[in-house]
């Protein structure tokens, strides 16, 4: 086999597996080089998404949600448990099992479409050249006209809280917890902090998230944060605004944290910290000294729109660059870079990428925050729709939020949509289909929408934006 490539991915996450999948349909010569070493010790292809990130998070909260249910939502049916327990070995052992399935999965993929898959840390060197160093520290170099980086991220750390592994954790950590921690402190009330604290707080544990900010989830819509912090502290979740952590101090299987407020200095002591302050691009050896490749002031490769990074034939995508830290982005990056290569118009439109938050109640939103929209001076209207209104969501027993549609004043074109509430992770594609499509709040308002459903929460909300929603007063 030569080792000339048209196409060389570095990084085997959603972005990368995607951009490899893609390239190789597209009838490109394609290798992929990944170094993520598995529980098993072993290759695990699917970056942090499918090993520590996404699929292992859902199963959990999946898991925890199903045993939360049984004393929150079950006794309201007339269906009672006692003595309910949860086996911790199963509870991890088949979010595991999910993670080998999927990870297992690309491999095939890789087969079945004549991906090379190279395991081993992938260097760029100049002129296109890649460098791949085994985990037994072997060297080969290997070649392509493209070569395509999508190195993903890797969690920040603090430097007063430093990764421990068992008592301060990152996401990897709180994923493999094997019994339940009587108190956990979690920092960094984010989508991976609140999705993370959720599934412990449902276990049993009590959860503390401190959140630097004054405001609770200022990536969202103000009335979605507002709604979804009401129902987190209903669970038990307790979320101290404006609380920065300064310490943390590992004592006897403790960890005692010192956080800053308005009101002075506080202690806190947990038994395991999750410290979930966010994610930074991961280049490190990713690129020799030569390349001619940039980085920014966050260490994020430096592409233009078409995820070009300047340099012949380099391109990057996914976490690695900028925009949203999302799989979703970074596949579509994948595909449409993959593309461009094979002389073809591949498309990315960042402005309607969703975003979703795995609590209960979920959260999902594609377009602008009514803020934003403020900020930017754009005249805009708005439309609710409660899903207490809503027959199913009040069958279901779940019926908490609303789904909130933005439309322009003079226009209706859709400005955004923001929902909480039950099942609003699937309803988030309704809304992201017609802004792409470039419609507006009256498209939405004319569409049928099945009777009982949770989307006619969506149809509603749309009617609502010109006052004239049926099951609500305007
Ligand atoms: P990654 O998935 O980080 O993959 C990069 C891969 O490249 C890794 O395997 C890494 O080992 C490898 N690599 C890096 N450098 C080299 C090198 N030099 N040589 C060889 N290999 C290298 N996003 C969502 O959209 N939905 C979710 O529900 C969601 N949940 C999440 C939950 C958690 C707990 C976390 C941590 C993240 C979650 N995310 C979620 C974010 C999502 O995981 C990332 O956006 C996504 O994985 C980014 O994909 P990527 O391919 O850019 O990078
Ligand atoms: P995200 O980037 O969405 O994962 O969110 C990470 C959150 O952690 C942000 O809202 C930050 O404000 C918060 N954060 C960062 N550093 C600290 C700290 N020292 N104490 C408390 N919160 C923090």
Not at 187 to 193: F, L
Not at 218 to 245: M, N, P, R, Y
Request: charged share 25%; hydrophobic share 45%; net charge neutral.
């Amino acid at each position: 086999m030569s080792d000339k490539f048209d196409v060389i991915v570095i990084g085997a996450g959603p972005a990368g597996y995607v951009a490899a999948i893609r390239a190789a349909q597209l009838g490109l010569k394609t290798a992929c080089v990944d170094a993520f070493v598995g529980k098993d010790g072993k290759q695990a292809l699917g970056g942090t998404c499918l090993n520590v990130g996404c699929i292992p998070s859902k199963a959990l909260l999946d898991s925890s949600k199903q045993f939360f249910n049984l004393s929150h939502n079950l006794p309201a049916h007339g269906i009672s448990v006692e003595n309910a327990k949860v086996d911790m070995g199963t509870f991890i052992g088949r979010k595991d099992k999910i993670v080998k399935q999927f990870t297992g999965g690309i491999g095939q993929l890789f087969k079945a479409n004549k991906v090379t898959a190279f395991f081993g840390k992938g260097k760029l060197l100049k002129d296109n050249n890649v460098e791949i160093t085994g985990n037994d520290g072997s060297k080969q170099t290997i070649s392509a006209t493209n070569v395509i980086l999508a190195s993903g991220s890797v969690p920040i750390e603090l430097p007063f809280a430093k990764f421990d592994g068992k008592n301060i954790i990152d996401n990897a950590g709180a994923l493999d917890i094997n019994e339940v921690p009587k108190r956990l402190g979690v920092i960094g009330a984010g989508v991976i902090g609140l999705e993370l604290g959720s599934v412990w707080n449902r276990l049993g544990s009590q959860v503390t998230i401190l959140e630097a900010l004054p405001d609770f989830l200022s990536v969202a819509d103000a009335d979605v944060a507002k709604i979804a912090a009401k129902e987190f502290a209903k669970q038990g979740l307790t979320i101290k605004l404006g609380a920065k952590l300064t310490k943390a101090e590992v004592k006897k299987n403790e960890v005692a944290l010192t956080y800053e407020d308005k009101d002075g200095a506080h202690e806190l002591t947990v038994d395991k910290l999750l410290v979930a302050v966010g994610r930074r691009a991961y280049t490190d050896g990713l690129l020799a000294g030569d390349t001619g490749v940039k980085v920014d002031e966050r260490g994020r490769i430096v592409v233009d729109e078409h995820n070009h990074t300047g340099v012949d034939g380099v391109w990057a995508i996914g976490d690695a660059v900028r925009g949203p830290m999302l799989a979703h982005k970074g596949s579509e990056e994948g595909v449409a870079v993959a593309e461009w290569i094979a002389g073809k118009a591949g498309h990315v439109n960042l402005d309607t990428v969703p975003w979703v938050i795995y609590t209960e109640p979920e959260i999902a939103w594609a377009g602008k925050t009514e803020k934003e929209l403020k900020d930017a001076g754009i005249p805009y209207k708005i439309g609710t729709f409660p899903f207490a209104a809503i027959g199913r969501a009040v069958a279901m027993n779940e019926a908490i939020g609303q789904v909130k549609v933005i439309a322009h004043a003079e226009t209706d074109r859709l400005l955004g949509v923001h929902m909480v509430g039950p099942g609003v992770s699937e309803l988030i594609a309704e809304a992201v289909v017609a802004m792409e499509f470039k419609g507006s709040a009256e498209d939405l308002a004319r569409i049928v929408h099945a009777h009982p459903t949770l989307s006619e929460a969506v149809h509603e909300a749309a009617l609502s934006v010109d006052k004239r929603a049926i099951h609500k007063g305007n």
